[in-house]
């Protein structure tokens, strides 16, 4: 059973625009989300988190957006780079870590 | 300070044999998780370890064993490897006393190849 779901399997955008990556989950008792970066053969490297108090958490270009209600969270990334090119996940903290599948950037120069 | 590491990072291995991964966690971390990526799927859930107790299990066969050591070093193994098994094992590790607030920081992987 899939608690963490990320729908898109890959997405391309343009250098310079907004990368938007979206994951829902099914466990309304998680209370920590990350996101994390992956490059082919190499572990995911940690990105960005949210507490499930917050609705958005900002770092540099890296913003994520938390909608409990919805049990929705949302990466933007601006401006998008091409070394932002990686499978992106997310995950939620609850007994254990939750993964989604991963979504597939690919930032167009 | 030193991230997580993982060894050896490749491993080429026929069926019916057994492997014995290894993890070295970040310094202070007491929880070590290892997941399993194989093509088109995200990370598989294999077990965690928290102070040399083993804290949740996924849903794996009995095959796929670990333990934690008491500097919170792990090691994982399979025993009666399948083609199935190969697949890019990964360690993650985490101070692992606070959910809240947890972060899991992974290593490199190891790279298992069943022939």
């Known amino acids: 059973d899939q608690q963490v779901k990320q729908n898109s399997p890959s997405l391309s955008v343009q250098e310079g625009r907004i990368s938007i990556l979206n994951c829902d989950y099914t466990?309304?008792?998680?209370?920590?989300f990350l996101w994390y970066k992956k490059y082919p053969a190499e572990g995911p490297t940690f990105l960005i988190s949210?507490?499930?108090?917050?609705d958005k958490n900002e770092d540099g270009r890296f913003t994520v957006f938390l909608n409990k209600s919805a049990k929705h969270l949302s990466l933007h990334i601006v401006p998008s780079q091409p070394g932002d090119s990686a499978v992106y996940f997310c995950a939620a903290s609850g007994n254990q870590f939750y993964f989604g599948t991963g979504t597939s950037l690919t930032v167009i120069p | 300070k030193a991230g997580v590491t993982q060894t050896p990072r490749y491993l080429i291995k026929t069926r019916g044999q057994q492997v014995t991964l290894s993890c070295s966690p970040i310094s202070g971390h007491r929880s070590v998780s290892w997941y399993q990526q194989t093509p088109g799927q995200g990370l598989q859930f294999l077990f965690e370890y928290f102070s040399e107790t083993q804290r949740n299990k996924g849903n794996f066969p009995g095959r796929f064993s670990g333990r934690q050591f008491s500097n919170s070093r792990s090691e994982m193994n399979v025993s009666t490897l399948e083609l199935g098994d190969s697949a890019l094992y990964l360690c993650?590790?985490?101070?692992?006393?606070?959910?809240?607030?947890?972060?899991?920081?992974f290593g490199p992987g190891t790279r298992l190849t069943v022939l």
């Open positions: 949210i507490s499930s108090i917050k």
């Open positions: 466990n309304s008792m998680f209370d920590y």
């Open positions: 993650a590790s985490s101070f692992g006393s606070d959910r809240s607030t947890d972060t899991q920081y």
